[in-house]
């Protein structure tokens, strides 16, 4: 399914000088798939977390295509720190020291100042013990928005599974006035074959052989079979949609099911109002395809 959700946590990066904050944020986007694809987007010090960080996904997720973004800021990363004059005066008299030794040495600038002031706070921040805790948060909220959307989906499914359940009443009855229809012009035939012949044949053979044809063209056109399974995969598709839980692949299996009945239903079809049918019950049960492969 899709879904985005986000948490972030700031930190004292800098607790040896008391200036300086540090702010770790988490995204976590889900897009629609079929199986669970996992992506990574970390600063480099925080790669080495990776691995749990994929376990952790892997334990609460089943489908989707979701990518995880984390970034640190503040004290190692933002473009202006705050400096302490504890730190200016640190910077002052490592300077001393270095050019008593190196006269030739060129003195530190502005510049020089607040990047080694950032970097001077920026290993006082320990990301390895916070982001776990920070992914659990976000990818709750992420299951949560999830959950609201997989009502949502549901609701649509049920609304589907009555639309078709109305086209296979209307399609039932066709069939025996489809059936009848064709006897009768069977036996026409035949009366107008008896007529032309003028008895040279035999009436009973010929009537026999005619009620023969009709019962073979109703084997051909009927759909009964097909509806009954029709009606019994929606039956299923139903009850995993009460059930909830991961019913993501099954619902799959089941539509594709869905589509082989109406597809056969179209090919036996016999009358222009079966055609119909049968190509209204394909557009519903893709949609319901596209819908069921957001579901976990």
Known sequence: ??????????????????????????????????FLDLSFRLPEELRRLEPALRELLVARLRRGKV?????????????????????????ASLQDSVRSWLPDAVP???????????????HTVDWAAVLPD????????????????????????????????????QARPLVPELVQQQRSRFLDRWREAMAL???????????????????AYAMRIDVAEELTRLESHLHEIERLLAAGGEV????????????????????????????????????????????VQNIE
Do not use: C
Not at 14 to 33: C, K, P
Not at 108 to 122: C, E, F, H, K, N
């Open 248 to 291: 993501g692949k099954r619902l799959d299996f089941l539509i594709q099911e869905l589509h082989r009945e109406a597809n056969t239903l179209g090919s036996k079809a016999a009358a222009l109002e079966l055609t119909r049918i049968s190509v209204e019950m394909k557009v519903l049960i893709e949609q319901m395809r596209e819908q």
């Open 134 to 169: 920070l992914t659990t948060q976000a990818l709750d909220s992420l299951l949560a928005a999830r959950e609201r959307e997989g009502a949502r989906l549901t609701a649509m499914l049920q609304a589907n599974l009555g639309q078709l359940r109305e086209l296979a009443r």
């Open 197 to 215: 012949a003028d008895g040279a044949a035999l009436p009973e053979a010929a009537e026999e052989r005619a009620l023969t044809e009709a019962a």
């Open 67 to 91: 990518e995880l973004r984390a970034s640190t800021e503040g004290a190692a990363g933002a473009a202006l720190p705050e400096v302490s004059p504890r730190q200016l005066q640190r910077l």
């Open 1 to 34: 399914m899709t879904g985005f959700a986000s948490a972030q946590q700031s930190a004292d990066a800098a607790s040896a000088q008391g200036d300086g904050a540090a702010r770790l944020a988490i995204e976590i986007r889900s897009v629609n798939g079929r």
């Open 108 to 122: 530190l600038g502005v510049a020089d100042v607040i990047r080694l002031s950032a970097a001077d706070g920026a």
